[in-house]
């Protein structure tokens, strides 16, 4: 599972506002610092899911089925696929909104390319009005609580507790960040050469503006 820290070095690049002052370009990094907190989330939210799954065996083999320790245990598991259905659909959202955004022909088609991800939109929405569904079907109560093979079911999407769900996540923002790189190789030799020259005369670290 990874962490991605790419965000601050492109919008050191991306938008500066004495050399590059598009506003354009100062909302397109916003998107793209939420985009990538979205998909860390992503990570982390699984690894809760795996811890999760460690506590509800644990609290069901010394406490019983019953007990508190294993209510508290599948409710926190409810709320960790819950929120990562979330985050999953909040990065394929924010990919596009960021690709629409600059109307780059690179970054759009790497959002077409994975639109799958956009299912997990009717499994995220299957739970925000969950209670629609309880009143007028019985299909949401018996869908949610059937996971066979670590995978839920849920508003004809499948949600696979496993490190294979997050690997499109993964591959979509590696190609938006290969590509924003694309984007910024042609502004950081003068990014550089005036920045440097500045943060020597003020006795700084050539990274200062990265840390």
Same mark, same amino acid.
């Given at each position: 599972? &990874?962490?991605?820290?790419? =965000? +601050?070095?492109?919008?050191? !690049?991306?938008?500066? $506002? ?16 939420? *985009? ?23 609290? =069901?083999?010394?406490?019983? #089925? @019953? ?37 780059? $022909?690179? *970054? ?8 799958? *991800?956009?299912? !997990? &939109? ?13 009143? +007028?079907? @019985? ?8 996971? #066979? @093979? ?17 690997? $499109?996540? !993964? ?9 924003? @790189?694309?984007?910024?190789? $042609? ?20 990274? #200062?503006? *990265?840390?």
């Amino acid at each position: 599972m &990874r962490i991605y820290d790419e =965000y +601050k070095r492109i919008r050191y !690049y991306f938008y500066d $506002p004495i050399l590059f002052p598009d506003e354009k370009n100062d909302k397109a990094t916003g998107l793209l610092e939420y *985009l990538e907190f979205y998909v860390n989330m992503s990570t982390i939210q699984m690894q809760r899911l795996h811890a999760d799954d460690q506590d509800i065996d644990r609290a =069901y083999n010394e406490t019983g #089925s @019953n007990s508190k320790d294993t209510l508290v245990a599948f409710t926190k598991y409810f709320g960790d696929i819950h929120f990562c259905l979330i985050c999953l659909d909040k990065v394929y959202k924010l990919a596009y909104e960021l690709a629409e955004y600059l109307q780059d $022909p690179v *970054l759009i088609s790497i959002v077409q390319n994975y639109s799958k *991800l956009d299912n !997990y &939109r009717r499994a995220r929405n299957a739970l925000e009005h969950m209670e629609e569904k309880i009143i +007028k079907t @019985n299909w949401f109560r018996s869908e949610f609580g059937r996971v #066979s @093979n670590d995978t839920l079911t849920l508003n004809k999407t499948e949600f696979k507790i496993d490190i294979s769900t997050l690997e $499109p996540v !993964y591959s979509l923002y590696d190609e938006f960040i290969k590509r924003f @790189n694309e984007l910024i190789e $042609p502004r950081k030799p003068e990014i550089d050469k005036v920045w440097s020259a500045f943060k020597i005369g003020m006795g700084l670290s050539e990274d #200062s503006a *990265l840390e």
